[in-house]
C-alpha cells in the first residue's frame, strides 16, 4: 500500500489522483457523447428519408461507412463506464483510467472521421462531389487542428511557462521566486 500513500504535486494520492481524472475524463465523454449521439440520430434518419433512394452507389458508401463509423465512436466512447462497471471495486482504478483515456482519444479520432464522412455525404449531396469533398477535407483539417495540433500547443507553451518560472524560482529572481506561482495542472 505505499503506492497509495505517495502524494504528487497536487498534494493527493496516486488513488485520489485517479479518481479525480476519471471524474474528469467522465466529464468530457458526457459531453462528447451528446454530439455522438446527435451525429447517430441523424444518420439513422437518413434512410428513411424520399432521397435517400436517390443516393449514387458512391454516396450509399459514405453513407454506410460514415454510419459505421458513428456506431463505433459511441462505443468507444461508452466503454469507459463499462470498464469501471466491470472493475468497479478490485482495486483497478488507475489501469481503468489509463485505459479509458486510451479508448477516449481513439473515439476522438474515429469521431474526426465519422463528422469528415458526414459533411462530405451532406455537402455531396447538396452540391455536388468536388464540393464534398472540399468540405469534407477542410472537416478534417479543422477538427485534426482543434483536437490535435491545439492541444500539442497549448502543452508546449505550458511547459515553457513551467520552466521559465522553474528557472526563476532556481536563481531567486521573478515573481515567482518566494513559490508563490501557479501550480501545474498534472
Same mark, same amino acid.
Given at each position: ?59 450509399? /458508401? ?6 459505421? +463509423?458513428?456506431?463505433?465512436? $459511441? =462505443?468507444?466512447?461508452? @466503454?469507459? %463506464? *463499462? #470498464? ?60 485534426? /487542428? ?6 500539442? +500547443?497549448?502543452?508546449?507553451? $505550458? =511547459?515553457?511557462?513551467? @520552466?521559465? %518560472? *522553474? #528557472? ?19
Amino acid at each position: 500500500m505505499a503506492e497509495e500513500s505517495h502524494r504528487t504535486p497536487r498534494e493527493e494520492t496516486t488513488l485520489e489522483r485517479a479518481d479525480r481524472n476519471f471524474g474528469e475524463l467522465l466529464q468530457e465523454l458526457r459531453i462528447i457523447q451528446t454530439g455522438v449521439q446527435i451525429l447517430f440520430a441523424f444518420l439513422l434518419t437518413l434512410a428513411f428519408t424520399a432521397r435517400f433512394p436517390t443516393l449514387d452507389t458512391a454516396q450509399r /458508401a459514405m453513407y454506410i461507412t460514415t454510419l459505421l +463509423l458513428a456506431v463505433l465512436a $459511441a =462505443a468507444l466512447f461508452t @466503454a469507459p %463506464a *463499462a #470498464l469501471h462497471r466491470t472493475l468497479f471495486q478490485r482495486g483497478a482504478k488507475p489501469e481503468i483510467v489509463r485505459v479509458s483515456s486510451r479508448l477516449a482519444g481513439a473515439g476522438m479520432s474515429v469521431l474526426m472521421l465519422a463528422l469528415t464522412g458526414s459533411v462530405l455525404l451532406v455537402v455531396d449531396v447538396v452540391l455536388g462531389r468536388v464540393e464534398g469533398v472540399i468540405a469534407g477535407s477542410a472537416t478534417l483539417l479543422v477538427c485534426g /487542428a482543434l483536437w490535435g495540433l491545439l492541444p500539442q +500547443l497549448v502543452g508546449w507553451h $505550458a =511547459a515553457r511557462i513551467e @520552466a521559465r %518560472a *522553474a #528557472l526563476e524560482v532556481d536563481t531567486g529572481s521573478g515573481p515567482d521566486a518566494a513559490g508563490g506561482g501557479p501550480v501545474a495542472d498534472r
